[in-house]
């Protein structure tokens, strides 16, 4: 049983993708030294419930309760358990007192046990961590299972079945770097900012699962001064033509690839990808929280001609947005990508842009495309990240971990 997160430490084996760039130094200026290389497969914390009150927690079947904090058993179910969790002065709360315990695990006793928060399924063990009179939730699943969610969440509609494990793998890798890159700490990822929704959505015969399968414990890793890491990943709908660098667009301490890569299908596609939007002035003032807008210069990434931020003036002041605050006062189904220009008229501001997404990563449009003629999985990450390695985490051997 896993108590608290360990760090992650381990050699590792894989299978070159493609012949290693020379430039190792052209990496993104990240902190990786904060980052441990990928150890066998492991589990993931996602935080479900920051400062909550209280949370409705029922778990249909058997289960065990566990004080997290030494791993010590504290009381056992066999049939179930349905009520509200809380916090008092004393300790938790749910249904009966536990006095003294301000933190509980409750791990399923066989796999016909399920957990819900609030209404929603997951998999895995939940724990349960007062500070205060607020509770924190935890789910601790594997990283599997999180991948399965992901993907059913994300994916709109079903995609060619090698872009789907081509995405299964980037999900995978991210989830391993974030689990690495935080591996001392009680969380890894906050729901929320991911869109995990649990284990409810999943179909064991949907093709999500089958791409998972398929791809089981498989990541990529970029090589940095002799380690073998994970790194930050993501996918674009339609990068009309170019990729950006991850940290370009994003703008984060990340450990990530360092620069985006020509997609020539897209390319191709980039007129009838083209989108305009206009708005009215007083309209996007109001949205964007600016007293007026008598200028707009954007920032625009000169690689790949993808717009990370604008600079609005309003007579003024100048004030800076960056492109995912735009997009979202705007609509996602207004400004629809990265790649656009900006002009201006009496009364009104028009957009003009091609593609669809943010523009970093793997561009789902190209990869598609590569798959209709041919090409597997391995092929269309090689060609959208040129600089790594997949690995395979069931060749590293486990590290053991002493109960207590």
Known sequence: MRIIPAIIAAALCGVSLTTIWADVGSTPDANFENIAEPAAPQNIQVLLERDATEALLEVKGSYFLFNPQDGTKVASGLLGKRFMVHATPTGLKWGEEFPGFYQLLIQPRSDETSIF???IQYSGSVAIYAVG???????????????????????????????????????????????????????????????????????PVSSVAKAVESTRHLILVHPKEGRSLPFATSWTEHSAGKTAAFQTMFRKDAF????????????????????????????????????????????????????????????????????????????????????????????????????????????????????????????ILSKFFPETYLLNLNAIPEKKTEVR
Request: hydrophobic share 40%; proline share 2%; with cysteine.
């Open 133 to 203: 009179n607020r509770i924190n939730i935890v789910n601790d699943l594997d990283i599997e299972s999180y991948v399965k969610s992901l993907l059913s969440v994300h994916l709109a509609q079903p995609l060619e079945s090698e872009v789907m494990s081509a995405m299964a793998i980037l999900i995978r890798t991210n989830a391993y770097y974030t689990a690495s890159r935080h591996h001392e700490a009680f969380w890894n990822v906050f729901a929320a900012d991911v869109g995990y929704q649990g284990s409810g959505l999943i179909s």
């Open 256 to 379: 990530a690839i360092s620069a985006g890569v020509e997609a020539p299908h897209a390319a191709l596609d980039r007129k009838d990808a083209k989108w305009n939007y206009s708005i009215a002035k007083k309209t996007l003032a109001h949205l964007l929280d600016v007293p007026q807008i008598n200028s707009i210069e954007l920032f625009v990434d000169a690689s790949s001609n993808k717009v990370y931020g604008l600079r609005i003036k309003d007579g003024h002041d100048a004030h800076d947005i960056d492109f995912f605050t735009l997009q979202e006062r705007l609509g996602k189904q207004h400004l629809l990508s990265s790649d656009f220009t900006v002009s201006l008229k009496e009364e009104s501001v028009s957009f003009s842009g091609f593609g669809k997404g943010h523009g970093v990563g793997l561009c789902l449009y190209s990869a598609s495309a590569m798959a209709q003629n041919g090409d597997n999985a391995i092929k």
């Open 117 to 119: 928060i609030n209404g």
